[in-house]
């Protein structure tokens, strides 16, 4: 799946513009992986690695503290402290999780149910990621307004 995956993400992105980011290490990490898999992308993988912004950097550097986040800068800590947004009623509700199940999903001996529901549970998983970090910015745009 993963050309398919690239060659959608390279429309998705297009040409120009901030990529945001949680924990940007881990993100140019596979993405190198991917460009090294598939070389026909790597200029195009370079290209978007300048691009990427890090959402961590505010919480990271103590620019914004939040009590609720316990001491820590993990998305699933920030996000229920500024944005009250939970991961609690997910079936996935962590990064590794989502990675073993869509591990599971492809290489499993799953029914097309089986892998259906995980793939709407990822939906759901990541979109909860994105959608936060879309409530993160707009908190910290009301506190420098």
């Known amino acids: ?11 998705d992105i297009g040409l120009k513009g901030s990529i945001l980011v949680y924990y940007e290490s881990f993100e140019k ?5 991917l460009s090294v898999a598939f ?3 790597s200029e195009w993988i370079n290209s978007i690695l ?11 550097d103590f620019s914004y503290y939040h009590p609720k986040q316990k001491g820590s800068t993990s998305l699933k800590y920030v996000m229920p402290a500024l ?19 869509f591990m599971e999903s492809v290489f499993g001996n799953l029914t097309r149910e089986e892998i259906q529901k995980i793939r709407i549970d990822l939906e ?9 970090m879309v409530e993160i910015v707009k908190k910290l745009r009301e506190f420098l307004s």
């Open 50 to 60: 300048e691009r990427i912004k890090d959402l961590i950097v505010p919480f990271k």
């Open 39 to 41: 070389p026909e992308y």
């Open 29 to 33: 990490t596979r993405l190198k992986e």
């Open 83 to 101: 944005a009250q947004i939970s991961y609690d009623n997910l079936e996935i509700a962590e990064g590794q999780t989502a990675s073993l199940k």
């Open 124 to 132: 759901v998983y990541c979109g909860q990621d994105t959608g936060g």
């Open 1 to 11: 799946p993963r050309p398919g995956f690239l060659a959608e993400l390279k429309k």
